[in-house]
């Protein structure tokens, strides 16, 4: 019998994503790979208390996050993937 090889990860989430200056402000300005940059994103949510209390799939945006969020005070868990792409540069 085969044995299963491991999953390997995608390079493309490997890869190192600078953050611009707004999302600086939240995730740090050294570039990193994007799983990175969204367990620190993740992180920072959890730490201020910005996932609605109601409803989970919502993120409550301070003033350092409604700068990424193209100032929007509340976007969706998917929104928020989108709006931190644009917010990146090619390390």
Do not use: C, H
Not at 34 to 61: F, M, P
Not at 70 to 79: I, L
Request: glycine letters at 4%; proline letters at 5%; aromatic letters at 6%.
């Amino acid at each position: 019998m085969a044995k299963k090889s491991a999953r390997k990860p995608n390079a493309a989430f490997m890869a190192p994503v600078k953050p611009n200056a707004k999302l600086a402000a939240v995730v740090g300005a050294k570039p990193l790979p994007r799983t990175e940059l969204t367990k620190k994103l993740w992180d920072y949510i959890k730490k201020n208390g910005l996932q609605d209390k109601k409803d989970k799939k919502q993120i409550n945006a301070d003033e350092a996050l409604k700068a990424v969020f193209g100032g929007k005070k509340q976007v969706s868990m998917f929104e928020m993937t989108k709006l931190v792409s644009q917010n990146l540069e090619k390390a």
